[in-house]
């Protein structure tokens, strides 16, 4: 496998999940202009939300399935098209049905692109996995602090959602041209029996993880997504938080390889999840400039969340292979999807009753987002048990881990 081979396929995987993350902060920039121009309420905008998220876990199954057979260069075939029509028919989109079915296909690519390029890793730094996997996913942060900054000044200037959705086709047709001009290496150091893959997945182990990166995701997207209806009327630039969690983010996960091998996976996904709990706790609590302090402590809390979750399996469970690094995000993204509409109901449900007991509109709007956020530190509370449980099995758990080398093959 030739080095120059690793070096731009990896270049080029980046670049697809800068696509992949512009998608999800635009559409949390552009989320109040859409219910505008539709007349959607958050509810209705939390099912648009969820397309996204659905749409995701679909090509994880697909992908992970069929990884084997089609390999990741036809995956990425698949995720290039999908991303080329969906952002288009959003662009031109007609009303809430069009969103729903654009919103699916970007959900379709996004998923296609993890599908893909997790394994590719994988197996390319075969020493370094968990290290290696947190380099490629900085730039999920790294590209929404790219899409957050673009939607905020694209606002500033008065340039409208449509105009936001088509500057991602740009990095889309890049790095289509990086993937099909590179020849993609055979895979060596994973499990590529799929009837393997599947037996592999009838694990405790699996589901326990699986149901874990169900809360960890949420945790991490659910207050994401909703950035800008939650904190929009706290007296502080929604966008701008967004911006700054995801670039320490981003940060965190260059610089992850020394805390991972100190702690190893079960120990940072234990810490992420209790220092998220406090942040989520903090933000429903705070008000005004605290709430960028806030912010920073959810920013290292999630920060490690998705890319341990998938180097956990991948060392773990080496031979659930690309399927069962698939499956696990596409369980993150499912219950994802399937929060959007709630949270959306909790927004809704809050302004109502803010409303009804004489508050005014602005103020309706802060009270239902603290109430959100409220119901949501719930979710990595729940994770700071699990992990807790897994914690104390570490022992046991490191005797069929696969062996990693700090610092190899980066």
């Known amino acids: 496998m030739e080095n120059v081979n690793k070096k731009q396929l990896f270049i080029a995987a980046c670049i697809a999940l800068i696509v992949t993350a512009m998608t999800f902060a635009i559409r949390a920039g552009i989320l109040a202009d859409l219910g505008v121009q539709f007349n959607l309420t958050d509810t209705q905008l939390g099912w648009v939300n969820s397309m996204a998220f659905w749409g995701f876990p679909l090509a994880t199954i697909f992908g992970g399935l069929l990884y084997n057979k089609l390999g990741a260069r036809k995956l990425m075939i698949l995720a290039f098209v999908s991303h080329l029509i969906g952002l288009v028919m959003t662009i031109f989109a007609g009303g809430f049905v069009t969103l729903l079915v654009s919103s699916f296909l970007i959900g379709f690519a996004n998923g296609s692109v993890e599908a893909a390029c997790n394994p590719l890793i994988a197996d390319m730094y075969t020493n370094n996995r968990t290290t290696m996997l947190n380099k490629f996913h900085v730039w999920f942060p790294g590209g929404i602090v790219i899409g957050a900054l673009v939607s905020k000044f694209m606002t500033d200037f008065g340039l409208g959602w449509q105009l936001q959705i088509a500057i991602m086709l740009i990095p889309t047709l890049i790095y289509g041209y990086l993937f099909f001009k590179q020849e993609f290496p055979e895979s060596q150091h994973i499990e590529t029996d799929t009837?393997?893959?599947?037996?592999?997945?009838?694990?405790?182990?699996?589901?326990?993880?699986?149901?874990?990166?169900?809360?960890?995701?949420?945790?991490?997207?659910?207050?994401?997504?909703?950035?800008?209806?939650?904190?929009?009327?706290?007296?502080?630039?929604?966008?701008?938080?967004?911006?700054?969690?995801?670039?320490?983010?981003?940060?965190?996960?260059?610089?992850?390889?020394?805390?991972?091998?100190?702690?190893?996976?079960i120990g940072v996904l234990l810490m992420s999840s209790i220092v998220t709990t406090i942040a989520i706790y903090s933000l429903s609590v705070m008000d005004g400039p605290m709430i960028y302090v806030s912010a920073v402590l959810f920013a290292l809390g999630v920060c490690y969340f998705w890319p341990t979750t998938i180097g956990f399996v991948s060392e773990y469970l080496p031979k659930t292979g690309a399927l069962g690094m698939s499956l696990v995000g596409g369980a993150g993204m499912f219950a994802t999807g399937i929060w959007q509409p709630v949270i959306g109901s909790w927004l809704d449900k809050g302004r109502e009753a803010a409303i009804a007991s004489g508050a005014t509109a602005d103020v309706a709007e802060i009270v239902a987002g603290k109430a959100t956020l409220s119901y949501m530190v719930f979710f990595p509370l729940a994770l700071v048990v699990l992990y807790g449980i897994l914690f104390f099995m570490r022992k046991k758990l490191e005797e069929r881990r696969i062996p990693q080398i700090q610092g190899a093959d980066s």
Do not use: D
């Open 195 to 265: 009837s393997v893959n599947i037996k592999s997945l009838i694990n405790p182990l699996f589901i326990f993880i699986a149901l874990c990166m169900t809360l960890s995701a949420t945790s991490e997207l659910g207050v994401q997504q909703w950035v800008e209806k939650i904190l929009g009327g706290s007296g502080v630039q929604p966008m701008l938080i967004l911006a700054m969690v995801t670039g320490i983010m981003a940060l965190g996960r260059y610089f992850a390889g020394p805390l991972v091998h100190k702690l190893n996976p």
